[in-house]
């Protein structure tokens, strides 16, 4: 698959992982809108790569996805 790889590169996503440590100076929260978002985050680890001070709060759902086919 096309590009797959180039969103899976460790040295990169470490580098993204150290920019927010030294970013992040007082407790952050910050909430997922799209339960897409919440899925990715958890599938990846991404959530366990944060930094303790980052909260994440899972959202209500983009009206799309939350919204009754009626």
Same mark, same amino acid.
């Given at each position: 698959?096309?590009?797959?790889? !180039?969103?899976?590169? !460790?040295?990169d996503? @470490?580098?993204?992982? @150290?920019? *927010?440590?030294?970013v992040?100076?007082? /407790?952050?929260?910050?909430? !997922?809108?799209?339960?897409? @978002?919440?899925?990715? +985050? *958890?599938?990846?680890? *991404?959530? @366990?790569? +944060? /930094?303790?001070?980052?909260? +994440?709060?899972?959202? /209500? ?6 919204? /009754? +086919?009626?």
């Open positions: 698959m096309k590009f797959v790889d !180039e969103y899976r590169n !460790e040295a996503a @470490q580098r993204f992982v @150290q920019a *927010i440590h030294e992040v100076t007082r /407790p952050w929260t910050l909430m !997922e809108i799209c339960g897409g @978002q919440t899925h990715t +985050l *958890i599938k990846s680890g *991404i959530d @366990q790569l +944060l /930094p303790s001070s980052v909260t +994440l709060v899972h959202g /209500p759902g983009c009206p799309v996805c939350v919204t /009754p +086919l009626e």
